[in-house]
Nanobody, 116 residues
Framework: QVQLVESGGGLVQPGGSLRLSCAASGFIFSSYVMSWYRQAPGKERELVAG????????NYAESVKGRFTISRDNAKNRVYLQMDSLKPEDTATYYCNARNGPLRLWGQGTQVTVSS
C-alpha cells in the first residue's frame, strides 16, 4: 500500500521546537524527492522545504530559512522536518510530499499550532 504518514505535530509555545516525521511505504523511497508543505486556514498550500533523492541537497522557503531543517533517512524510508524558533505564523497543517517526475504522493497532514 502506497502511503505517507506524518507525525510529530502539536501545540508549542513561540520560540519552541517540534520535529515532524513522515513514514513512507509502498514505493521506492530513495528515488523520490521529498518535501514538506504547509497550509494555514484561508491560505494556499505552500512549499516549506525539499530534499533531493540522491545528493541530499535541500531548499527552503525564505520564511523558514535558518529555523527549519529537512533531512531524510533512506534506510528507514523516513523524512524529517526539525522546526526551531517557531513563530505563531508557522501555525498550519503540515503535509509530506513525495515526487518522482509526474508522480506525486501526499500524506494526510499533521497540525502544528504555535501559541502561548
Amino acid at each position: 500500500q502506497v502511503q505517507l504518514v506524518e507525525s510529530g505535530g502539536g501545540l508549542v509555545q513561540p520560540g519552541g521546537s517540534l520535529r515532524l516525521s513522515c513514514a513512507a511505504s509502498g514505493f521506492i523511497f530513495s528515488s523520490y524527492v521529498m518535501s514538506w508543505y504547509r497550509q494555514a486556514p484561508g491560505k494556499e498550500r505552500e512549499l516549506v522545504a525539499g530534499i533531493s533523492s540522491t545528493t541530499g541537497s535541500t531548499n527552503y522557503a525564505e520564511s523558514v530559512k535558518g529555523r527549519f531543517t529537512i533531512s531524510r533517512d533512506n534506510a528507514k524510508n523516513r523524512v524529517y522536518l526539525q522546526m526551531d524558533s517557531l513563530k505563531p505564523e508557522d501555525t498550519a497543517t503540515y503535509y509530506c510530499n513525495a515526487r518522482n517526475g509526474p508522480l506525486r504522493l501526499w500524506g494526510q497532514g499533521t497540525q502544528v499550532t504555535v501559541s502561548s
